[in-house]
């Protein structure tokens, strides 16, 4: 009777594993998935780390895999975010598109100045959606920023929720924060204005650059 008890529970216990095994690998997809569409929407989104920290904690995710891929889904949905701020800086008026394609002639020409600007910067808390919002409307090439920002987010991210306690109870919550916290409301306001007046500066004049009607845009890449 003992055995047969027995050779009961080990089938059930092996489909216990497998069912927790893939509940376990479409937990990750689903974190993977919303951290790619956070990143493409340009403001008002939570940090990246709280919403991995949320499926850390409540989820019990695998942390490595969890914050590695949820960089790549963050700088895959910055480089989207990128692309379509490309198509709407069409419509700045011509001395702001003049101004975006000096300052994107100057970083161009040094790449290892704008790759560790990239790297540092994403490091730290404050949103990076301007940082690509930029990057597009001065068509600058994002294949090496992209890059630099996955490296950057992933040891970011990995120490944020390393670090972290259980953020909050559920996902709504951790979303509300972004448009009723007033902290972060003046940081994501003053992010997307900062990229307004970085294009309204006469770049051309300030970094010696030649100014002339109709000058080639930079090469625009991913």
């Given at each position: 009777?003992?055995?047969v008890s ?160 259980k953020v ?6 951790i979303f ?47």
């Amino acid at each position: 009777m003992c055995r047969v008890s027995q050779l009961v529970r080990k089938p059930n216990a092996a489909r216990g594993a497998i069912g927790g095994g893939m509940s376990t690998a479409l937990s990750v997809l689903v974190c993977w998935a919303l951290v790619f569409v956070m990143n493409i929407v340009p403001a008002f989104m939570p940090p990246t780390w709280s919403v991995l920290a949320y499926f850390r904690f409540v989820h019990h995710l695998p942390l490595i895999p969890m914050t590695v891929g949820g960089a790549a889904m963050s700088a895959l949905g910055r480089v989207q975010l990128a692309h379509l701020s490309r198509y709407m800086g069409r419509f700045l008026p011509a001395k702001d598109q003049a101004n975006a394609n000096a300052l994107a002639s100057y970083i161009t020409a040094h790449p290892n100045w704008r790759d560790g600007v990239t790297f540092a910067y994403s490091l730290g808390p404050l949103p990076s959606n301007q940082l690509f919002i930029a990057a597009g409307i001065a068509r600058i090439s994002l294949r090496r920023m992209a890059l630099f920002f996955f490296a950057s987010r992933a040891i970011a991210d990995t120490f944020w929720v390393w670090t972290a306690g259980k953020v909050a109870r559920n996902l709504s919550e951790i979303f509300s924060r972004g448009v009723t916290n007033w902290q972060s409301i003046v940081a994501q306001v003053l992010s997307l204005l900062l990229v307004g007046v970085l294009f309204h500066l006469p770049w051309a004049k300030w970094l010696r650059l030649p100014d002339e009607p109709g000058a080639a845009q930079p090469a625009a890449s991913i």
